[in-house]
Each structure stands twice: as C-alpha cells, then as structure tokens.
C-alpha cells in the first residue's frame, strides 16, 4: 500500500511538472515576451517583432498563435526553426480599427518536438486626434552608407495650441528636422523631415521617433521607422539545410555571393573538416561557392557557420548556418 500510494504521488507530480518544464523551454528562445507600444496615432503602422532562436538540436514547429483581442493581430515569419535559425511573432497593433488604451495576449503554440505554450502580451493607448502622412517612416530598401529622407505630415485635431517641443530619435543613425507649425482653426499640422546618415548596419530596419508634446495627458506619441540596409557583400541561402544524412553520404550544396561592387572570394571557413568548399576565380559581382559535406559513422546534429572572405575593403566577409541530422 505505502509503495502504490509513493508511486501514485510520483506520478502526480510528473503531471503537474511536465507542462511547466515544457513551457519553460519554449520561453528561453525568446529574448523578451512584453512590449508596450506607449502611445500612438490613429492609423500609424505599429508592429513589434518577438524574436526567438532555436537553441536546441531538435526542429521546432509552431502550430499556431491566438490573440486575446482583436486589437493585435499576430504573425509568424517562420513556423518551422532548425538549430540556431531565427524568426520572429510580429504583433501588428490594428490601430485603423481600435482606439484607446488597449491590451492582448499572444499565445504561441509549439508542437515540435514537444508541446508548450508561451504567452506575449502587448499593450498601448490609441489616440484619434493625432495622424501621420504616411502612416510610417519607411526607407524602403538602403545599400550601405546611402543616405535617404522621408518627409511625414503629422496633424493634430484640437486646440490651437497644440505643440509639438521636441522629436526623440532611438537611433544615433538618423536626423529628424521639424519645421514649423502651420495652425489653422481646429487644425495644427508639422512637417517632419527624417534622413539617414549612410551608417545604418545591415540588415532590417526597426526603430521608432518619440514626439514629445506640452499635452499633459498624453505627453508623448511613438513613431516607427522602417526599412532594409541591404549588405554591400551577402550570401544566400543564409541558413542551409542538410536534412537527413546517411553515413557515408555525401551531400552538395551552392553557396550565391553577392556583392554591390566586383570582387573575388579570397577563402571559405569552417570549422568542420567534413565540409569541402570550392572557390570561384576572378573578380566578379556574382560569384558561387560549391559546397560538400560528407557524413562520417557517427550519428549527430550538423551545426556549422561557414564564413565566405573577400579581396573587398577590411577584408569584408559574410556567413551562413548549415544544419543538418546524420542517421544511424
């Protein structure tokens, strides 16, 4: 009877546990699970991105993302993750049809290779007397060290002496200019002039301006800026996958290197001596990489950076991840 009811208890406990660890390692990939959008117009595009990465050996799949209220709406840019990918829920806060304070729960649902649950929040105030022209900052696509401006209309429905005292950057890498008020009956209006210095990194674009106004109630409005730094020299595809691999087998894959202006492939790293690289010759814009992995007797995760180097100026390089699984 003593050792049924310790056996009873044991597995008591292994139920109540499980969902808890289960949850508790889909929670680690992300690097945070709140954000708070603070106060925006009426119309503007607010999304954040929760970005989360595979730390694990084991595929990752999410089967699905539920939102508490229809204020948010969230998407996936990637349902299906292999060791060290990343992606992102992008909570997209429906500001045309949703005013004031609001809040939602995301609830990411994950599959593979065990079910767990995590839960993002989100929350923010909506207002209806402030408006952007776009919606958004957006740069569109940037090579790097260009330089670009935007110009935006904000106007303001209410008392005359609505004023706008200062403009926030969250980024060293961009100016903001705000010419002065044009005030009519009901109406104030600014036009703002947003540029890039040329030395934004690589990469995707996600910043937002803070305009700071004497309206005690609602002090401040957020802006986002948004955009691509496209990089002088990239390889694609930038993640890799093996798949399932016999031992023995070999497999071959092409590397595409690009770059804005002609060069030449001085060396690929890896650190992997299962991994074969062949060089292009000359000095060209485009450029590619044959690449060969052969499978040894031991089955294993294949986790590896490769690194391609150029003749470009720093000797610039660029990287992607190979992944794959050798089979027994």
């Not at 500001?95 to 729960?105: C, R």
């Not at 207002?127 to 090579?143: H, I, K, Q, W, Y």
């Not at 106007?155 to 200062?166: Q, Y």
Request: overall charge neutral.
């Amino acid at each position: 009877m003593i050792a049924f009811q310790k056996s009873f208890v044991f597995a008591l406990f292994a139920f109540f546990a499980a969902p808890v660890f289960a949850d508790d390692w889909a929670k680690k990939m992300f690097t945070q699970t709140s954000h708070n959008f603070q106060t925006v117009g009426r119309g503007t595009k607010t999304e954040h991105y929760f970005e989360f990465k595979n730390i694990f050996k084991e595929d990752v799949h999410i089967a699905s993302v539920r939102t508490s209220c229809g204020c948010t709406t969230p998407t996936v840019t990637q349902n299906t993750l292999k060791t060290h990918e990343t992606a992102a829920i992008i909570a997209k806060f429906n500001t045309e049809t949703h005013i004031g304070q609001k809040s939602a729960v995301l609830t990411v649902v994950f599959d593979k290779p065990y079910y767990a649950e995590v839960q993002l929040s989100v929350q923010g105030n909506i207002r209806t007397d402030v408006t952007f022209t776009p919606n958004e900052v957006n740069f569109g696509e940037l090579s790097e060290r260009e330089t670009k401006e935007q110009e935006v209309i904000i106007s303001h429905i209410g008392p005359a002496n609505w004023e706008i005292r200062d403009v926030r950057s969250h980024c060293s890498d961009l100016t903001v200019r705000l010419e002065p008020a044009q005030r009519s009956p009901g109406v104030v209006k600014y036009r703002m002039i947003v540029q890039t210095k040329g030395t934004l990194d690589a990469g995707d674009v996600r910043e937002r301006l803070t305009l700071v106004t004497n309206d005690s109630r609602f002090p401040t409005i957020e802006m986002s800026v948004g955009g691509r730094v496209r990089p002088s020299l990239e390889v694609s595809p930038a993640a890799v996958g093996l798949g399932d691999i016999q031992p023995g087998q070999s497999i071959e894959k092409r590397l595409v290197i690009r770059a804005d202006e002609e060069f030449e492939v001085n060396d690929v790293y890896c650190g992997d001596e299962r991994f074969k690289f062949e060089l292009p010759e000359g000095k060209k814009k485009l450029h590619f990489v044959k690449m060969t992995f052969t499978a040894d007797d031991t089955p294993a995760q294949v986790a590896q950076k490769v690194r391609i180097v150029s003749d470009l100026k720093d000797g610039k390089y660029t990287e992607c991840v190979v992944s794959g699984t050798i089979k027994r």
